[in-house]
């Protein structure tokens, strides 16, 4: 169907600058919204930012300012440039696209990448 592989977490020190990527490979005809949501440890998955396939961005409170999300259409791609980091940033972040599979269906379905581990420390 179709993968989403998210790359670029790790270990960065408050303040910190990180540089995460996710690219959809498959049975794509289109993607529609593309999407950076995180999951802290006894929390609730939360959003943290989406791009519409025209380029239009939302972004959680928590995150706005220090946060731009961008994606290349060409590539399948989206991206998170995370700046001035917080200890509280620290979580498992994961990929989502909502995907037409064909030009056969009419629907997006939406998909998942695997996550990726950033730690922030104090």
């Known amino acids: 169907q179709v993968q989403l592989v998210e790359s670029g977490g790790g270990l960065v020190q408050a303040g910190g600058s990180l540089r995460l990527s996710c690219a959809a490979s498959?049975?794509?005809?289109?993607?529609?919204?593309m999407g950076w949501y995180r999951q802290a440890p006894g929390k609730q998955r939360e959003l943290v930012a989406t791009?519409?396939?025209?380029?239009?961005?939302n972004y959680a409170d928590s995150v706005k300012g220090r946060v731009t999300i961008s994606r290349d259409n060409a590539k399948n791609t989206v991206y998170l440039q995370m700046n001035s980091l917080k200890p509280e940033d620290t979580a498992v972040y994961y990929c989502?696209?909502?995907?037409?599979?064909?030009?056969?269906?009419?629907?997006?379905?939406?998909?998942w990448g695997q996550g990726t581990q950033v730690t922030v420390s104090s």
């Open positions: 791009i519409t396939s025209d380029g239009k961005t």
């Open positions: 498959g049975h794509i005809f289109s993607i529609n919204n």
């Open positions: 989502n696209a909502d995907v037409r599979n064909s030009f056969r269906t009419y629907t997006y379905t939406p998909y």
